[in-house]
Nanobody
Framework: QVQLVESGGGLVQAGGSLRLSCAYSGRTFTNYAMGWFRQAPGKEREFVAAISWNVGSPYYSDSVKGRFTISRDNSKNTVYLQMNSLKPEDTAVYYC????????????WGRGTQVTVSS
């Protein structure tokens, strides 16, 4: 059974940085692209970033491009999201996802980690 466990969220001032981690277990990690989505209060869950199984071709939503970087360490079965120049509108619960394609979520989700950016 696939399990995804996020960590690294917290409270940060605008302009600050956070690094999220997602530990994956249950199936062969390198068989899957991995991604991050987020959901702000009162809004639908939205795509943030994704990366292919072989670390190539990361892609981002327009709202985070140039500020966020997704990466993965296949030796540790972990995917990361480095978030820089954070804005109050980045406040959301961030979810790790296994197997996204073209910005559409795959089947498995973590429970999420809260990111709050104060102005």
């Amino acid at each position: 059974q696939v399990q995804l466990v996020e960590s690294g969220g917290g409270l940060v001032q605008a302009g600050g940085s956070l690094r999220l981690s997602c530990a994956y277990s249950g199936r062969t990690f390198t068989n899957y692209a991995m991604g991050w989505f987020r959901q702000a209060p009162g809004k639908e869950r939205e795509f943030v970033a994704a990366i292919s199984w072989n670390v190539g071709s990361p892609y981002y939503s327009d709202s985070v491009k140039g500020r966020f970087t997704i990466s993965r360490d296949n030796s540790k079965n972990t995917v990361y999201l480095q978030m820089n120049s954070l804005k109050p509108e980045d406040t959301a619960v961030y979810y790790c996802n296994s197997g996204p394609r073209g910005g559409v979520a795959g089947a498995y989700w973590g429970r999420g980690t809260q990111v709050t950016v104060s102005s």
